[in-house]
């Protein structure tokens, strides 16, 4: 991490033993002229900036007066402790870093050499209490999360050396157990040793078939697991040779990413990839335990990140529409990859990463984005853990959420038919709570172990495509009122919308509402109401349906879908309304870009398995959302 120098002839008076204990070499006998300030530098490449709460570890860093020069030098440290004059014991802390005992301020020369050192420089007076400032600016989305945005539902494809387990009492048995459901770690099934993989790699990988059943369901875009957690890469890599392409596989030397990209774009979708970067148990990174040669130090790892995801992202496959780290990237120890996303993030969205073009994760793996859903956040934006940003109405970031879900409960990779897939109902249940939600659905292909899809996942994913066609295509609207502008002021602190509904009857039908965010999520509480009359109906007239659509009237968001709605029985509405009632700036009013009511009242058959069975799959992706 940073340089680290020798002070030759320096003694220490004191051995570190906690952050309260001040180091102090011990006295000369003899006079010395004070030394030189210390020239401070790092180690070139080394920028990554400390948030207001974080820590930074720097190994072989041996001196005060060097833990100085790297907060000096360091962009956002407010101050240093050493611990430990053997190596290992610098701390960097960002300004409001709450550390065991009150870190030194970064101040002045550093000072420092064989001689001797200068006493540290006392602690500065405290600040003075900070005046009242201007509210933060409201989180607004960038080009790239917009443009995700318009993509309805995407895929996972999850394949990786687990569904590819062996008994523990086989000869090329790892010690590592296997996983690929929650709550199934089958003990008595092993992971393949890294040198046995040539006997054990995915021999028919059906890329093809897995993109056609990813767009047999209308997903838009793909996220291709390349490396999870046990680190056999699905690419060409330089970076070791635990990958596809040093097995037998088509002959040996194939890359499947390289083909995964071309089938992608063939089926008129766009390719992301799934990277593991805080879990690798080929570098015994993680706890998935170790199944390569020797462990990398952190150090290794965060070189090694950066190579892969310069191979990926900055290589030979072309644009990559989403980088989806499992689980985040650990910024605190991966500084580099901080740095490689930063420099070069700006042409994909990354999950996992708040700092440019992120998205998060939604919580939960079920498909299920609880409202209120609100896109900013506030918090540092390079945290080592981005699930530690609070959603807020007045959020600083813009961090949209994405919901994850699994065809058979709960396996992300394949097992067996033990478990049957969801039905129809329930995936299009999840759809509702997630896409209908201002979350966007990714669901899960599993490959079996060879690498092709299951004839039954493939009837699953291809109903379920039907289904949505037949509960949200054109057939199935009634109202379809598009919006320009803002919001029609009702006072100082209310807006509302009116659209027409032409006597719909309200029996069965489902209700999307999505709000302009170009300049941020601004519907904050908000109210629906209906009429039976035409025109300008008198105030009078309009009923609050609000109890009877939700239970939580906050936030819109980009979009928010009310199914299956029985309002007030089946009456013939003439008008609805929003009223928003409260926004979290007055810097602009809110918005809506459309409203649109589906009836499904006379849709029974689009759930009904018999009848999805016979339909044809959907020929194309839905990529209507402006």
């Given at each position: ?5 020798s ?5 220490w008076?004191?051995v ?84 065991t ?8 020369p ?32 960038s ?16 394949w ?12 090329d ?8 459901c929650?709550g ?15 006997r ?23 996220i291709?697991?390349?490396?999870q ?54 570098n ?57 996303l ?78 049957e ?10 759809y ?35 289904a949505?066609?037949?509960l ?34 309200t ?59 029985q ?60």
């Open positions: 991490m940073a340089a680290s120098r002070h030759p002839g320096l003694t008076a004191t570190f033993v906690s952050f309260s204990t001040v180091v102090v070499p011990a006295h000369s006998t003899e006079a010395a002229p004070p030394p030189p300030p210390l020239q401070c530098s790092t180690e070139s490449g080394w920028t990554f900036s400390l948030g207001a709460s974080k820590v930074a570890h720097l190994e072989n860093v041996t001196t005060p007066a060097d833990c100085c020069a790297a907060c000096q030098n360091h962009r956002g440290c407010g101050g240093w402790t050493l611990n430990d004059p053997g190596g290992n014991g610098c701390w960097l802390h960002g300004p409001r870093h709450n550390a005992a009150e870190p030194r301020r970064c101040g002045g550093c000072v420092g050499g064989s001689n001797g050192s200068s006493p540290l420089p006392p602690l500065p007076p405290p600040p003075p209490t900070p005046l009242p400032t201007a509210p933060r600016p409201l989180a607004v989305p080009a790239k999360q917009l443009d995700w945005y318009r993509h309805d539902r995407g895929a996972m494809i999850t990786n050396l687990y569904v590819n387990c062996i008994p523990a009492g086989d000869p048995a790892s010690t590592l157990g296997c996983w690929t929650r199934q770690d089958k003990q008595d099934l092993r992971v393949v040793r890294a040198d046995a993989i040539s054990h790699y995915p021999y028919d990988f059906n890329v093809t078939a897995q993109v056609e059943a990813a767009a047999s369901f209308g997903a838009s875009y793909i291709f697991d390349v490396n957690m046990l680190g056999f890469a699905l690419w060409d890599t330089a970076a070791n040779n635990f990958s596809i392409t040093h097995t037998p596989y088509r002959g040996g030397g194939y890359d499947i990413m390289a083909e995964y990209v071309v089938a992608c774009r063939a089926f008129g979708i766009k390719p992301g990839i799934f990277y593991t970067a805080n879990t690798n148990a080929y015994g990174i993680g706890n998935r335990g170790v199944l390569g040669p020797r462990v990398l130090t952190p150090e290794e790892q965060d070189r090694f990140i950066v190579q892969q995801l310069t191979e990926l992202m900055l290589g030979k496959y072309g644009d990559i529409f989403e980088l989806w780290f499992d689980g985040g990237v650990n910024n605190a120890v991966y500084n580099r990859t901080a740095q490689f930063l420099e070069h993030g700006g042409g994909w969205v990354t999950h996992g990463f708040p700092a440019l073009n992120g998205i998060r994760w939604c919580g939960n793996e079920n498909g299920a984005q609880h409202q209120p859903n609100w896109a900013g956040v506030n918090g540092d934006p390079l945290s080592p853990k981005y699930s530690s940003l609070k959603p807020s109405p007045t959020g600083s970031i813009y961090f949209p959420s994405a919901a994850d879900a699994v065809l058979r409960e709960h396996c992300w990779g394949w097992v067996n038919n033990s478990r897939p969801t039905s129809t109902a329930g995936l299009v249940d999840k509702v709570s997630s896409t209908g939600q201002g979350s966007k659905l990714v669901l899960n292909i599993a490959p079996m172990a060879a690498g092709g899809v299951n004839a039954t996942d493939v009837v699953a994913y291809r109903k379920l495509g039907v949505l066609e037949c949200f295509g054109p057939a199935a609207v009634v109202v379809n009122e598009t919006f320009s502008g803002p919001m029609v002021a009702v006072n100082s602190t209310a807006w509302e919308q009116v659209w027409a509904v032409d006597g719909m009857l029996s069965n039908v489902t209700l999307r509402i999505r709000e302009n965010v170009t300049q941020g999520q601004l519907i904050n509480t908000w109210a629906l109401f209906a009429t039976t009359m035409g025109g300008d109906a008198v105030v009078a007239s309009w009923e609050d349906i609000t109890a009877e659509t939700t239970s939580v009237p906050v936030s819109i968001g980009y979009q928010r879908m009310f199914a299956r709605q309002w007030l029985g089946a009456q013939a509405w003439a008008q609805m309304k929003l009223v928003v009632t409260t926004v979290p700036t007055a810097h602009h009013p809110p918005a809506l870009v459309d409203a649109v009511v589906y009836d499904w009242s006379t849709r029974g058959h689009c759930l009904d398995e018999g009848w999805l069975g016979t339909q044809s799959p959907i020929t194309h992706s839905r990529l209507e959302l402006r």
